[in-house]
């Protein structure tokens, strides 16, 4: 397994989040004396020092030239907002969410900022992963003397695994689009990224000759990573293996359940107090308030507990009581009186609503019901997936009300919630970097085919597919061939396809393309079923023109490399090797 990145001087890794960024990196000498070495950026919050930094672009009236990130994106479109000068520009807050429901993602794919403007998605993206990269170009510029080279950096970005491959792909071009290399870029899910991290620290109680330790999990340890993160929340089960590295036992699944469903319950909290109508006009004139309530609102609810009975208190800014009074007429106490939280919500002298834990709870309802449900599912058939721990990381991980809910539903679960949580997956992308073999397994989402024509057979192939080529021969389109069945257990640089001259090219000067289709069962038979979904294209360039297209054909293989898939493509007849590629994206 040609896996590690022996050349590669420093490692650097971008968690683009649905809430928080960051990066992280480490050099390679510190990586092999002490693998837990990361070098983590520290973003000023104004109110103190954090690891990560909110996922917020300011972008200024060109649209093409990112001009604040995270806290001071936030802080500088609050001014622009006070004085009326930011109607020009371009404010981007959690939009990475975007790629994950939108279906039909393409590379033309647009997105609204916060005020409804539009702009490319990929733009977008691309922006701030170049800010996020030139960034750390420049914090390890003062570590080092001397010049450290563009080729002696092994870039790393983090996607959830739960996104589907146009995605990843997606996320690929953006950081290509924003001056990384492909070649030294590498993709890593993020469960997948705080396994590795966590094969690292101690996490299990040993003892051995009358003394006790702590020591990373044993081999045969079969554990659940919960990746709880600001937009998904992803879930793998891996195991150890005898040599430490690591097998993945089901494919990831999880959803949209993050930290930010929290935020938007309390956001429709506040528009039935307040009424829709003032939230909107309070957010477009004094942006700067409005984000700092939610800042406080991320805070406050982090210490919410479930057994805990202490009131929490907000303070609510001047400008959003006046837009209130003056749109409405009423005051703040009136309003509340009218709703259903006249019994649990009070206001206090000086501006302050005051809320007890019942209600703060409740704004956990939905995310921390759809993820126990689904985990709930694991645990009582435990005795086919053979879990004893839960790993729960991410920046929602640190939640006592996430850990509270799953440590009662899957209570035969040892739960463990490693030191600095919201990093896990972050400096695992940067272990990932210097070695992707250590996942060893993994195993297919779906089922993967290529669709072909074959020889049309009476009473087996339905007519609707029939079709009569240029030499009068009978045949059947939209055969799904099947190179990789969902469920299936793949080793890391395994080839999954491989295909000896067996398509006759209808093609256009030199080239040719192959259609890709994938399907949700195991063994689908035409690329029109239902259970199927076309995914992209396998494109070959370089053909031979001087031969009868009909008389083309090409060897192929697919290569699966974890997050990937890699094709080698050669002409039969002369053995050339050309060029090939799998696109996804229209």
């Not at 900022?113 to 733009?123: H, L, S, V």
Request: aromatic share 10%.
């Amino acid at each position: 397994m040609a896996s590690k990145n022996a050349n590669k001087l420093l490692v650097a890794a971008i968690d683009f989040g649905t809430t928080f960024s960051s990066w992280a990196c480490s050099f390679r000498h510190d990586y092999e004396r002490e693998p837990t070495k990361i070098l983590v950026r520290e973003w000023n919050s104004g109110v103190g020092i954090s690891s990560k930094a909110p996922t917020t672009a300011l972008i200024r009236p060109d649209g093409n030239t990112l001009d604040a990130f995270g806290y001071n994106a936030e802080d500088k479109y609050g001014r622009l907002a006070e004085n009326d000068e930011h109607k020009g520009w371009y404010y981007f807050r959690r939009f990475k969410m975007s790629l994950f429901k939108d279906k039909s993602l393409t590379r033309k794919t647009i997105i609204d900022d916060e005020m409804g403007k539009k702009m490319a998605a990929i733009k977008v993206i691309s922006l701030v992963i170049r800010y996020l990269k030139d960034d750390l170009c420049e914090q390890v510029k003062l570590k080092i003397a001397g010049t450290l080279l563009v080729e002696d950096i092994q870039w790393v970005l983090t996607v959830p695994a739960i996104w589907n491959d146009k995605a990843r792909q997606f996320m690929r071009e953006a950081a290509v689009e924003a001056g990384i290399n492909d070649k030294q870029l590498l993709i890593a899910l993020e469960p997948e990224a705080a396994s590795l991290y966590c094969r690292h620290i101690p996490l299990e109680l040993k003892e051995s000759g009358g003394t006790s330790c702590i020591v990373p999990l044993s081999p045969g340890t079969r554990y659940i990573v919960v990746d709880a993160g600001g937009g998904t929340i992803d879930i793998t089960i891996h195991e150890v293996l005898e040599d430490g590295n690591v097998k993945e036992i089901y494919k990831a699944t999880g959803g949209a359940w993050g930290g930010q469903e929290v935020d938007e319950a309390f956001k429709q909290f506040l528009i039935k107090i307040f009424g829709n109508p003032v939230l909107q006009k309070f957010k477009a004139e004094a942006m700067e308030d409005y984000v700092g309530l939610f800042r406080d609102f991320e805070i406050k609810k982090r210490i919410v507990s479930p057994n805990g009975n202490e009131d929490v208190t907000f303070s609510i800014p001047a400008s959003l009581l006046e837009i209130f009074k003056d749109n409405t007429g009423e005051t703040l106490s009136e309003s509340i009186n009218q709703t259903q939280f006249a019994a649990n919500v009070r206001v206090l002298k000086g501006n302050k609503l005051r809320l007890d834990q019942s209600i703060m709870r409740s704004f956990f309802d939905r995310p921390l019901r759809s993820v126990c449900d689904h985990l709930q599912s694991f645990h009582d058939d435990n005795e086919k997936y053979g879990i004893s721990v839960t790993l729960l990381v991410g920046g929602f991980a640190e939640s006592p009300m996430l850990s509270g809910a799953i440590r009662e539903k899957c209570s035969s679960w040892k739960l463990i919630v490693p030191n600095d949580a919201s990093l896990t997956v972050l400096k695992g992308a940067v272990l990932y970097g210097y070695d992707q073999s250590i996942i060893v397994y993994r195993v297919a989402r779906y089922t993967y085919g290529v669709g072909l024509r074959s020889d049309f057979i009476d009473g087996v192939h339905p007519e609707e597919n029939l079709v009569v080529n240029d030499e009068g021969e009978r045949k059947c389109t939209n055969i799904f061939d099947t190179f990789l069945t969902e469920g299936t257990l793949v080793r890391y640089d395994q080839i999954v396809c491989e295909r000896t001259g067996r398509f006759p090219l209808e093609t256009k000067n030199d080239y040719m393309n192959i259609r890709i289709f994938a399907s949700t069962v195991t063994d689908p038979k035409f690329t029109t079923n239902r259970c199927c979904f076309f995914l992209g294209n396998l494109e070959v360039t370089g053909l031979d023109t001087s031969i009868p297209r009909s008389q083309r054909k090409v060897d192929f293989t697919i290569t699966y490399k974890g997050t990937d898939f890699h094709v080698h493509a050669t002409d039969t007849r002369s053995g050339r090797k050309l060029n090939a590629s799998i696109d996804l994206l229209d």
